[in-house]
């Protein structure tokens, strides 16, 4: 017989840590925890596979299940010597979710189940505290009515609102036993308005229907968007746990809270979290009554203080990790509910890697596989420039809970953050979140809430996706109907609107109106660095490189640990005010000699450039791409031209002068406008096309001009010896775009190969090393990449168009219907964003196996956007790429990811996770 129900406590348990597949984390720890002797109330757990059973089944639980959990609550009933439903003294439960991946707030916990008309009495009797005992049932009632009956807790919220409002109640706690006891009258009203049933007294019935809803929780809307969100499987299923419940509400000597062994923000080694006196469960995070800061429990209660601590401390110790726990305290005894490796930032995952590291809790190749690639993102960007703050009002303070600046305009609701966010960037503005806000915070640039502390939710859902955010600000009121909010700053009081620009800084709390400047993140303090140090061990000599097309970028690239260029787009460097006059001039040009003409301006600007590439990259390479986009991307828009000239007859002389301006770049005056418009719309109609993608552009420039890669390779190599006579080392790789035949590719480098050599020789460098290589993003050059190779002495592999020409999906229109792709579950993800190792991935490996087999020395990059994205990074060490190279900030991810994946696999494997 399957074993469906694990029992805990009383210094021993069923389960273990090991068995969170089983167990969910929760349970897992709640096992591990009572295993080391931990204070723990007992109980038992539901594993996972029952959720799944559950779904599948029609919603309904085999009998033997039931059956183990009966056996499961009489070993419980003895252990904690009182009886669920016993009229004189009830055993009182928790019904707790908890699946295999923390989802903090997404799904349900039921408290004090096990109260009914009766059995209340009994805890009164028995506690002699009835203020305790109705406080208990009352929210028995509301919980299980929302979560288990489904009820609007809107109802329940007003109910208990009115009677603080009635009797002039500032605290909850200020409600006397009469008041809950009114309230409670209210509630089963309530209950039975809406079911049209009376509130269920049998509390085995009780029981089986909370645990039903806990396993219903695990499709609430905001659990499957959380999933989503964390790439969690729908199939992990949530365990239940069934557990005795403590009493953080009994009065002044009880407590309820939540901690962390480090600051999960900043990762400083310091005891963290907060704690509320006389009170239960959610109360702490809901922000009803602000919280204490947990440094204060020393001075309530110093022998509680010292064994929370103590027991943290080991907790800590034995599991390697940061614990983020949940305690409560009844009567002056502490009772721990919950440990689990703490969430954190980005900055903070660095942090207690590196320190965890030094204080011998682990080795380098845990610490390195402790932060996720992505999270280094968070310590990349950038901060606000101080200087452009102070042209900002400051308008209030509030409690730091997740670092990183945020600008962004404001938007009061979820869904109003969710389309404004097409628009530019959101800065949340909420009173409180709640776990249905995840969508409005997943598009958000920042949070800020009037209300909560660090433990609220809008904070750690905030931490831990890494978004800026600030708690607490209670100078801000909000009016959630008319989207303003009034902030009182000294003596005025000002008013913001949805729209208004803001800027918040989660590292400090402070909030400002209008749009703060921000400074660049800085790649060289010793935690980052040390922690940069520690993954570069473990990649071994597979490079990452950055795509770079001015030398500004290539520096910051170099400070970001760039190990050379994989990719600079000449063409980028056109588009400046001084060349595009003549880079336009050269596509216009009717003759090879007007061509060679214009290509003769570009090429001192051209040189310049590439020198100061590899003045940056000194002994790193440096890969140029010759000129790749259509031709009509650098001339006036056919759609301008033809509207202008259906305007010219009517024109205004400030119409005509805007025109002037427009066409400066071709000869354009007031008296010529009437010839020069129709002349250039039929040359700029010429280089019409009906699919650019696919049209005359990559090397095919280069065919029908030769002039214009030779132009580039002039360029590119006396670039290559003015620097080299400065002493510095230039490793120049030429990369000709977009070949499907090596025949292309053979036209392309004689030309270049012909300048390369005369120039060098001219200069008596004839020994200076260069590759000519080609960029493969055509999916025939893929497949003949043995061919190809004979000509191509690296290969780099373009993933924008090699995607879009292998799916045949081009990336600019795919945004249109990704929607419907996703939310269909078509793809597993964006195929411009996270490689396709299926199929895409397919024509690499191909390619990279076949090229090698002509050429085994060819060098093998990638250049695509996906050479920073870490399981794409992952993917290229794996098929035995030499490099990834990716846009500068993206860097030190794939550092890292490469890292991890030097350590989790070998590289003929390749792993295919997308
Ligand atoms: P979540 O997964 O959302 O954190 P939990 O199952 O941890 O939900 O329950 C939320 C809170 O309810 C806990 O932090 C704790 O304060 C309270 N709680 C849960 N079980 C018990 C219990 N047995 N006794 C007292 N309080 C409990
Ligand atoms: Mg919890
Ligand atoms: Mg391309």
């Known amino acids: 017989m399957s074993k469906y129900v694990y029992m805990f406590g009383g210094g021993t348990a069923d389960g273990d840590g090991t068995m969170k597949d089983t167990l969910g984390g929760k349970g897992s720890g709640l096992a591990e925890m009572s295993r080391a002797g931990v204070p723990v109330p007992p109980g038992f757990t539901i594993i996972t596979d029952v959720c799944n059973i559950f779904f599948d089944n029609e919603k309904k639980v085999p009998a033997e299940v039931d059956q183990q959990i009966w056996e499961a609550l009489e070993k419980l009933e003895k252990l904690a010597g009182k009886k669920l439903g016993d009229a004189s003294d009830p055993l009182l439960l928790s019904v707790r979710s908890g699946a295999k991946f923390s989802m903090p707030g997404m799904m349900n916990t039921i408290l004090n189940l096990g109260l009914n008309d009766e059995t209340v009495e009994g805890l009164v009797a028995k506690t002699g505290n009835p203020r305790f005992a109705y406080d208990c049932y009352r929210r028995f009632i509301q919980m299980f009515g929302e979560v288990a009956l489904g009820i609007d807790m809107v109802l329940f919220d007003e109910a208990f609102d009115a009677r603080k409002h009635k009797i002039k109640a500032k605290l909850d706690t200020d409600l006397t036993a009469d008041d809950l006891k009114a309230i409670i009258g209210e509630f089963k009203k309530i209950v039975k308005k809406v079911t049209k049933k009376d509130f269920p007294q049998d509390t085995r019935e009780q029981l089986l229907l909370s645990r039903n809803a806990v396993f219903m929780s695990w499709w609430a809307p905001k659990a499957s968007y959380y999933r989503k969100m964390e790439k969690i499987s729908d199939r992990l299923g949530t365990a239940c746990n069934i557990q005795t419940m403590v009493f953080g509400n009994m009065g002044e000597t009880s407590c309820t809270g939540v901690g962390f062994t480090r600051d999960p923000g900043s990762g400083e080694k310091i005891f963290y979290g907060e704690f509320l006196v006389n009170a239960q469960g959610e109360d702490v995070v809901a922000g009803i009554r602000t919280p204490q800061p947990i440094s204060e429990l020393e001075a309530w209660n110093a022998g509680v203080y010292q064994q929370l601590r103590s027991i943290t401390g080991n907790l800590e110790k034995h599991y390697k990790d940061m614990q983020d726990f949940e305690f409560t305290v009844q009567e002056g005894t502490l009772y721990m509910l919950q440990t689990r490796n703490g969430k954190r930032t980005g900055p903070a995952a660095v942090k207690v890697a590196v320190d965890m590291v030094e204080e011998k809790l682990i080795d380098e190749k845990t610490a390195v596989g402790r932060v996720a690639p992505a999270q280094l993102d968070q310590l990349l960007h950038p901060v606000f420039d101080v200087a452009s703050l102070r042209k900002l009002t400051k308008l209030a303070t509030g409690i730091d809970a997740s670092p990183g600046a945020a600008v962004g305009r404001l938007a009061f609701t979820s869904e109003d953050a969710v389309t404004m966010s097409e628009n530019g960037p959101v800065v949340l503005i909420r009173k409180e979140t709640t776990p249905d806000d995840i969508h409005g915070m997943d598009a958000s640039k920042g949070i800020l809430t009037a209300v909560g502390g660090k433990s609220s939710h809008a904070a750690v859902v905030a931490r831990g996706m890494g978004v800026p955010c600030v708690v607490g600000c209670g100078a801000v009121h909000i009016n959630e109907r008319a989207k303003t909010a009034t902030v009182k700053t000294g003596d005025k009081t000002l008013t913001i609107k949805e729209g208004d620009w803001v800027s918040i800084n989660g590292t400090t709390g402070d909030v400002y109106l209008g749009q703060a400047q921000t400074t660049d993140p800085d790649p060289h303090s010793p935690v980052f660095a040390k922690f940069m140090g520690m993954a570069d ?53 009717e003759t090879e000699k007007d061509r060679r003409k214009a290509l003769a301006k570009l090429l001192p600007m051209q040189r310049k450039d590439f020198a100061g590439l590899f003045e940056a990259m000194d002994g790193y390479p440096v890969v140029i791409r010759t000129l790749d986009p259509p031709l009509h991307e650098f001339v006036p828009k056919r759609e301008e031209l033809m509207v202008d000239l259906a305007k010219l007859p009517n024109a205004d002389i400030k119409a005509k002068k805007e025109m002037v301006a427009r066409y400066k770049n071709f000869g354009a005056e007031v008296k010529n406008l009437k010839t020069l418009i129709p002349d250039l719309l039929k040359r700029v109609e010429g280089l019409h096309e009906f699919n650019p993608m696919l049209g005359h552009r990559g090397c095919r420039l280069g065919i029908t001009y030769p002039e214009i890669t030779e132009m580039q390779a002039r360029a590119i190599f006396e670039a290559v010896v003015q620097v080299a006579k400065k002493g510095k080392k230039v490793i120049p790789e030429v990369m000709i775009p977009l070949i499907g035949s090596v025949q292309e590719l053979e036209h392309q480098k004689a030309i270049v190969k012909r300048v390369a050599d005369e120039v060098l020789e001219k200069a008596g460098m004839k020994s200076q090393k260069y590759l000519i290589g080609t960029m493969i993003e055509i999916p025939r050059a893929a497949l003949l990449a043995a061919q190809v190779a004979r000509e191509a002495e690296f290969f780099s592999f373009g993933t924008n168009d090699l995607t879009q020409t292998t799916m045949g999906l081009s990336r600019d229109d795919y945004t249109k219907f990704s929607k419907d792709y996703e939310e269909k579950k078509i793809f597993k993800a964006d195929p411009f964003g996270v490689l396709d190792q299926e199929g895409v991935g397919m024509l690499i490996e191909w390619a990279v196996k076949n090229g090698r087999q002509t050429r085994p020395d060819l060098e093998v990059g990638i250049c695509g956007e996906h050479g920073g994205e870490p399981s794409s990074v992952m993917f290229c060490y794996r098929v035995g790429m030499d490099y990834v190279s990716c846009s500068p900030y993206r860097v030190p991810i794939a550092r890292l990811a490469a890292a991890q994946a030097a350590i989790s696999g070998d590289k003929s494997e390749a792993m295919r996770t997308a």
Do not use: W, Y
Not at 554 to 581: N, Q, S, V, W, Y
């Open 537 to 589: 061990k473990f990649r071994g000599d597979f490079g990452v490189r950055a795509n770079a097309d001015i030398p500004r970028d290539a520096k910051a690239a170099r400070a970001f640990g760039a190990e050379g260029i994989g990719l600079c787009r000449t063409e980028h460097m056109f588009f400046a005010e001084d060349r595009l006059p003549h880079v336009q001039a050269m596509i216009l040009s």
